[in-house]
């Protein structure tokens, strides 16, 4: 009896709609992991970093078997990894050193051109600049890979069942932004501001992993360019902005992608990701 109700679900989730598949994929992915996080958040309440990285970093190793189970008996896919566009050749890893470089070089540019125009201000380097160069770079890495492989991976290839291509960007690129807003209420409408830029990269890592024939190593690159960029230069304590200009020219509460001209960079970036090829 028991045995038949398994096989009956799994036949309609077959068929279901992508709506359907990903409600009941992160329904399950949440029901097994909670028991687990609630009692690390109990036992390290104390420090909530470390929280952080062990709930979330469980909860990415329970998505990346929950997949495989998935494609296996939903999909009936011998490789769902490699169906996102994950797939371990030359030229992935190649597209992701040069997206890697893209999203450096604009996050980057920012700020010197910021320097230029008198808004920001550069300081002397620590002594532990190469200790955060290399921090941030595995920690970019590891949020862009995470972020990459759920959004531009499983997420997108759901909508694409239903969808057509260009509004499967589009709700890719909302529930990206959206998900930056699981926060408590007063978070989320002081930080509201950054839904734009975060809704614009979302669509500028879809047309990337399209342009280069689905592979993931682009967009992986580019997020994570941009997110090592960013932390080197805020971790490190290496600019500081001289008040020349209104917060919302160069970021609001000194986020970049909460001002006119982190928008701007990235719109550029987006065309280029739209264009390119």
Request: aromatic fraction near 14%; hydrophobic fraction near 50%; proline fraction near 3%.
């Amino acid at each position: 009896m028991q045995s038949n109700f398994w096989l009956y679900l799994i036949t309609k989730l077959r068929t279901a709609s992508s709506v359907v598949r990903i409600i009941s994929f992160l329904t399950c992915l949440i029901l097994i992991w909670l028991p687990l996080a609630i009692p690390i958040y109990l036992l390290f309440s104390q420090d909530p970093n470390l929280v952080t990285i062990l709930t979330m970093g469980l909860l990415f190793i329970e998505f990346l078997l929950s997949i495989q189970t998935w494609g296996k008996y939903i999909d009936r896919e011998a490789n769902n990894l490699g169906k996102f566009g994950l797939v371990w050749t030359r030229k992935n890893g190649i597209e992701l050193i040069n997206g890697l470089a893209i999203g450096f070089c604009f996050c980057l540019s920012l700020f010197v051109l910021e320097a230029i125009l008198g808004w920001v201000e550069f300081n002397t380097p620590s002594f532990l600049l190469v200790r955060i160069v290399l921090e941030g770079l595995l920690s970019a890495l590891g949020i862009a890979f995470a972020e990459e492989l759920f959004f531009r991976g499983w997420i997108l290839e759901e909508l694409q069942r239903d969808y057509p291509q260009k509004t499967t960007a589009w709700i890719d690129a909302a529930i990206f932004a959206v998900a930056h807003f699981i926060k408590p209420l007063t978070e989320v409408l002081r930080t509201l501001i950054t839904f734009p830029a975060l809704f614009l990269l979302g669509l500028t890592l879809v047309w990337a992993k399209w342009k280069h024939n689905n592979r993931l190593g682009i967009s992986i690159g580019i997020h994570g360019g941009l997110v090592w960029g960013y932390y080197i230069l805020n971790v490190g304590q290496l600019y500081k902005y001289s008040d020349r200009v209104p917060e919302w020219v160069t970021g609001i509460d000194g986020n970049p992608i909460a001002g006119i001209m982190g928008l701007s960079f990235l719109s550029i970036l987006a065309c280029w990701s739209k264009l390119e090829r």
